[in-house]
Every structure is written in structure tokens, then in C-alpha cells.
């Protein structure tokens, strides 16, 4: 029997199952959407650390806010400001220009040395550009599901990502002019079917039968199965949901992903030489006990949650991204575990949380944030599909 769906409420599991009857809703009443709402983002407070404010990120400033503000800026007594804006080379009405950052650095010339924003202390909140108003809140489409969210690259957004996991939804009707633009940007399964995409993974990311690796590995079995022949997604979740058959673990990754491994981390040189040495066979791989193993199983999972929950499908160019998006997502989760064993083995001592977030941050900033999509975009999905088992080829939480 279907559940009555409540604005304000819980997404409960099973997520497949709710799904179902959110999408029944939806299709019963015209231009009407799920709005998914993780708790994450109404308990996000900026812990003013200054990082985002660093970053070779491009901040988008529309015409009216440079107009605006211009001249503020430019002719502040202490000179500092000069020429505060540089414009895009082809500038639009709502991209117009970015901020200046300061000489032989990517930091934001209003950054102050005590890490506060100018703009903020003399101004007030309100004349800060809607992007640094907003950040790292966004509300999003993007071929995925609608949703607000925060973006991982902001350094408090991790552990908010593992201590506030419940995702809570509302209901409601989406004007015709925005309803419209939406429907540009549609899940590459369809706009029901994106949602119940989105039930499939977070019903199998959750299973506690299975480590969060050997999620994947199942996921991996229903992408091949529905890039073989049509199945429907109802099939396709009856057959992700039965019993699994334990595979062999091992905790060395095959050559291929140590390869893509070696060539993503090569900016961490010791990281790399870390990875290398233990597939040569120089160092013993990182054995964990069961008290790491289960935190890694939790951390792992609660990640995955998150990126199923966020997951974007859709190139800028608005191509499909469903297949490239998996391998990414494997891609992270290798590296994501590899960095945190290296931070455990150049510590001493046995893995924390602390190590996980540390890893998970630096993805988030210099890894999820800054995707370049276009070599992605050229795989096939087969080879997306071959480079997502590569990934998933070793297992440290291994309940064998
Ligand atoms: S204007 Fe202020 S908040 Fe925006 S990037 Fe610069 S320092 Fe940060």
C-alpha cells in the first residue's frame, strides 16, 4: 500500500520503495516536484576558515553587482582595491566578470590577513556577490534530483556529510517558467526515473550485508545489465536486491587502477610512491583491525550516500554523464581510501576520523569541485564501466 508523502518529513528506506510512491504523486499532480533536502544544509554555519576564498575558482559576478560596486571598491581611501573586478572575455549580463585575486596567487583580494572578508566587515553581508553569499549552498538540477545542497569543497561540509546524514523532502509545484528550464536538464533516465535511480542506490549503498565497496560492485552488475538489454528499474532493483555472492577480496588494486591512481595523484608524489610501493610488493598492504574497519565502513557509506544523493549526469554541455559519472565516483572512492591510509601510515598509529576527513576535503576541493569533464565524456560506456571495476578491485572493509 502507498505511503502518504508529506512535505517536512523523512525520506525513509526502502528508498526504492518510497520512490515508487513519490513518483506517483508526482505524476498525479501537473508540475509537481520531490524537493530532496539533506539536514546537512540547515545545520551548515561558515566557520569563517577563509579557504573557499583561496581557491583557483572562478567567482561569477554579474554586470549589476560590478556596476554597483565598481567604483566602491576602486576608490576605497587605502588603495588596496584597485580595479577590483577583471571581466570575462565573453561576458553576459549574468557572468560578467571575476574577482581580482592578489599578485602570484589564486586568494581573493578582499581575503584579509586574519582570514575575514573586506567586503563583509566594511559592507555588511549584503554586498557580498550572490556567490560568496551563498557558498557553499546550491540548489540543484543538473540532470540529477532536485534538491538544496552544499558543495564538498568547502572544508566544513565533510563532517557535516557523516554527522548529519537524514535526508528530508517537500513537496511542491514548480512554476512553468522554472518547470521548463528543468526539464532542459532531465535525469538521463527520465524525470521519474532519476528518482528512482536515486532509491535503487541508496537502498544498496545502506545494505549492511554488504561493505560499501561491494555496493558498488553490485551497482557495477546493474549498469552492464541495463547497457546490455532494456530492463526496467523495478527488474533492475529486484535483481540488485537479492543475495549477493561473496567475491574474492584483496586489498592491492589492479594494474589498470593503480595506473589511474598514479596518473590523478601524481601532484601528491609521496602518496604516489606510497601506492606504488605496496602493489610492488616493497611494503605490506595496510592491514586494519576490526574498529578501523568498521569506521571505514561507516565513513565509505555515508560518502556514497552523499554523492548518489548529489550526483551529477549532465556535462556542462548538458551530454549525458550518467556512465563517465560512475567511473568518477569509483575513482574517488580508490582515492579517498588510498589517501587516508597514507595520512594512518605517516602518522603511526591506526586510521581516524580525522584522516578520512582530511582525504575526503582534499577530493572535495581539488577533485569533485574541479571537475574536467571533457576526457570523461569521450569513454564509451563500456570502458566507463571497465574503469569503474578497475577501481573497485581491492577492499579494506572486508567482513570475509
Ligand atoms: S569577496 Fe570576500 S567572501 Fe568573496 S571570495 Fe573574496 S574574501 Fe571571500
Redesign the pocket.
Known sequence: MSRTLQSGKQVEAPYFDFMVDAVALMQSRERCLLKLEPELVDKFSCSMC?E??QRPWW?GLPRSYVDKWYAVFDQDPSGRFRDPFIKLDNPTDAQYAD?RRKPGSSE????LDDRS????REHGAEA??H??RI?PRYESWFGAFFGSFLLPGCPDVQSLIQAEPLIYYTIGEIAENKWHELMKREHPLGLYGGYLWLGLELDLINRSDFTPVQTQRRLLKGLRRMMDSPVSLSELNQILSGPIQTEAQTQIPSLVALERLAHVLAPFKSVCDYLVDICAGWKSPPELNPAEKKLLNLFLRRYLSYRALTADFLSKKGESFFYPSFFLRGMHLAMLQWLALFYREREGGVLTQEHLLRAANLLGYRYECALDNAAMIELSPRACLEGLEAMLSFDFVDFG
Not at 581573493?108 to 581575503?111: A, P
Not at 572578508?117 to 563583509?120: D, E, N, P, S
Open positions: 577563509g573557499c576564498c567567482i574577482m581573493c583580494i578582499f581575503l572578508c573586506y567586503i563583509h557580498l556577490s556567490v560568496c557558498f
